[in-house]
T-cell receptor, first 112, second 116 residues
Framework: KQEVTQIPAALSVPEGENLVLNCSFT??????LQWFRQDPGKGLTSLLL?????REQTSGRLNASLDKSSGRSTLYIAASQPGDSATYLC???????????FGKGITLSVRP | NAGVTQTPKFQVLKTGQSMTLQCAQD?????MYWYRQDPGMGLRLIYY???????DKGEVPNGYNVSRLNKREFSLRLESAAPSQTSVYFC???????????????FGPGTRLTVL
């Protein structure tokens, strides 16, 4: 059974810091991995999707990498801002029932 | 484009009451999903619809039913609500179905349901 782990559960950093959010998964047979952002009381916004054949994807200050063989992905946020404060979730897609398996998320707080 | 929309945003029910959560997408997507999000549990799939006219059970289907009304709409029904169904419910959609690396899911804003 696929399991997705995100550690730590919460992170607080000062504004301007570059930071890395980690995601690990137990079954490397995935088709893609998505990173989402969730603001308090809101829905999930898709940030980046990395296909299984790709190593990384970039969008603005965000860069996500994928190492399938080791079961790891990282989300790199450059020059963090208070507006980046949110919960970041990673989810892997294994194809079975088109189900996404989610981690529990990392709640990020960027201090001004 | 509104993307994925859900109604209502909030709902309080008493144990045993029934209700239907509505979901619609305007992206012409083929597949739609219902997830629930609980503290400490992450998001879990309740039901999904691979295409119009088909539905199937996900991870946690007990106590729920679904209807894929047409390509745009996918509703979730609680026939007899229980406190264990207190949760945030998210609807999602994707253009593609099945084992493809291009399957990207887009989520609605959620319905926050409390069952007393």
């Amino acid at each position: 059974k696929q399991e997705v782990t995100q550690i730590p559960a919460a992170l607080s950093v000062p504004e301007g810091e570059n930071l890395v959010l980690n995601c690990s998964f137990t079954d490397s047979a995935i088709y893609n991995l998505q990173w989402f952002r969730q603001d308090p009381g809101k829905g999930l916004t898709s940030l980046l999707l990395i296909q299984s054949s790709q190593r990384e994807q970039t969008s603005g200050r965000l860069n996500a990498s994928l190492d399938k063989s080791s079961g790891r992905s990282t989300l790199y946020i450059a020059a963090s801002q208070p507006g980046d404060s949110a919960t970041y979730l990673c989810a892997v897609f294994t194809g079975a029932n088109s189900k996404l398996t989610f981690g529990k998320g990392i709640t990020l707080s960027v201090r001004p | 484009n509104a993307g994925v929309t859900q109604t209502p945003k909030f709902q309080v029910l008493k144990t045993g009451q029934s209700m239907t959560l509505q979901c619609a997408q305007d992206m012409n997507h083929n597949s739609m999903y219902w997830y629930r999000q609980d503290p400490g549990m992450g998001l879990r799939l309740i039901y999904y619809s691979a295409s119009e006219g088909t539905t199937d059970k996900g991870e946690v289907p007990n106590g729920y039913n679904v209807s894929r009304l047409n390509k745009r709409e996918f509703s979730l029904r609680l026939e007899s609500a229980a406190p264990s169904q207190t949760s945030v419910y998210f609807c999602a959609s994707s253009d593609l179905w099945g084992a493809t690396s291009y399957n990207e899911q887009f989520f609605g804003p959620g319905t926050r349901l409390t069952v007393l």
